[in-house]
């Protein structure tokens, strides 16, 4: 599961200068920008000593840097510098850029030191009309936004990374009229990196029923233990539903995926004796992101979701609003990973869909901050909405997985704009505050982002 356990992101740096102002103190500061950035977490640093003022020293830079086989580049305005060199650099690497501009130093001497911001000004403005979407950060070194800003900038640069090798098994294709969620895989592999492998339910139903007796009754008492009550799961239930999760999981590590997309109710019913929403709650809880229903972009949300906030996240569908409240109710039949489970409330496993053949996970979700995403497409080109919010103390009113959200923004405001704009019937909970990693990745690959 490379994905969800990354290597540190290789961060190029280099310092522009221009010989008319204070390059002295450009080195200087440059070289204290380095010491600094080599000891943030999750990064490898891979600097570029030298000032570029030259051409040709941006020549050096752009082969020492590839040599290094960089994620991402930080380009340093340590003075203005003229336009042309950040065009030079960020046109030899498909790479994530971070333009930073430095304040002027508080000493002054009558004349500008370092006239850093318009240099960076002067290269987002070109880099931009060249079709690049550059961050920039303007702040000092001590500045504790800086550090912050650029460790989210390396963790979504990473992600960027690890998307061109992720594997998504889709199994079964998409539920039966749930449309909106299907993907088309040469698109989806030339706009993210991703790519899509196609499995078939029957072959995941052969590789279930071969699974050895001994084996499921090993692994059987552990995978229904995690649930406090079970009293509804028959013994042949138990056996279809320890047995399912050991396919996937099997299937998964076999051929290398990432995550799945499952088909996880209708063909398999009849396929296979059991719907498989209580499997992919399992699977979720343990390491390997299931996106339900055959949402392959929903599974690729969780995944990025997980990545930024260090927990998995719920798949999940809006089922209603309270505008009075601002709240949101969201609901699915029994899909979210265990450990988002409300502390001390009981972790149910029922049998209620599909003709009582459903096996489906039902609890409320615990409190905290939540980031309420989605990654999809407008049937064109990709987009991207998020919210954010507070997950509230919740009761099980209903069977399934639930959780109730406090919106920061207008709920709704966001559900109207769900409707309106034809967003899919799914979005992920993540616990955590993610948005300007969101909007960074959102930035990096060129798609809209909206906030409500």
């Known amino acids: 599961m490379t994905f969800l356990s990354p290597s540190p992101t ?27 950035l080599s000891a943030l977490d999750g990064i490898e640093l891979c600097a570029f000593a030298p000032l570029v003022v030259e051409p040709q020293q941006a020549e050096d830079a752009i082969a020492e840097l590839r040599a ?42 009558g004349k500008l030191r370092l006239n850093s911001l318009v240099g960076a000004h002067l290269n987002a403005s070109n880099l931009y009309k060249l079709g690049y979407r550059p961050q920039t950060l303007y702040s000092a070194l001590d500045d504790p936004r800086t550090a912050t800003t650029i460790m989210q900038f390396a963790r979504t640069a990473g992600i960027l990374r690890d998307l061109r090798r992720l594997r998504v098994g889709l199994v079964g294709g998409h539920a039966p009229g749930f449309d909106n969620l299907a993907v088309h895989k040469p698109a989806l592999r030339q706009s993210l990196g991703v790519e899509v492998v196609e499995v078939g339910l029957q072959a995941l139903v052969a590789r279930a029923k071969s699974i050895a007796n001994k084996q499921v009754k090993m692994a059987r008492g552990e995978m229904l233990g995690i649930f406090e009550d079970t009293s509804e799961v028959s013994g042949n239930q138990s056996e279809l539903f320890t047995t399912l999760l050991l396919a996937l999981q099997e299937l998964a590590t076999e051929q290398q995926f990432d995550a799945l997309a499952l088909k996880c109710w209708g063909d398999i019913v009849e396929a296979y004796g059991i719907a498989a929403c209580g499997a992919a709650a399992m699977l979720n809880n343990g390491g390997l992101v299931v996106g339900c ?12 979701a997980q990545r930024l906030c260090g927990t998995p996240a719920f798949l999940t569908d809006l089922v209603s609003i309270e505008r009075g409240d601002n709240t949101g109710f969201l609901w699915h039949i029994g899909c979210a990973p265990l450990c988002l489970a409300a502390p001390g409330k009981p972790k149910h496993l029922f049998s209620h869909f599909a003709g009582g053949k459903g096996l489906t996970a039902g609890f409320p979700l615990k409190e905290g901050v939540v980031t309420i995403l989605r990654l999809g497409d407008d049937g064109r080109s990709l987009r991207a909405i998020a919210a954010t919010g507070t997950a509230l103390p ?27 704009n034809g967003w899919e019937h799914h979005v992920a909970l993540a616990y955590g505050e993610i948005l300007p990693e969101v909007a960074m990745l959102c930035r990096a690959l060129n798609i809209p982002l909206t906030i409500r």
């Open 394 to 420: 919740t009761e099980m009113s209903v069977r399934g997985t639930v959780a109730s959200v406090k919106f920061d923004g207008d709920a709704g405001a966001f559900l109207e704009e769900l409707l309106a």
């Open 68 to 109: 290094q086989h960089i994620d991402a580049l930080i380009i340093l305005n340590g003075t203005f510098a003229l336009g042309g060199l950040a065009v030079q650099l960020a046109s030899a690497f498909d790479a994530p850029i971070l333009l930073w501009a430095w304040p002027e130093p508080q000493e002054q001497t």
């Open 10 to 36: 290789r961060l190029g740096l280099v310092c522009l200068a221009r010989l008319t102002f204070e390059a002295d103190l450009a080195s200087q500061w440059h070289r204290q920008a380095q010491a600094a």
């Open 293 to 304: 229903e055959g949402d392959v972009m929903g599974a690729i949300t969780m995944l990025i």
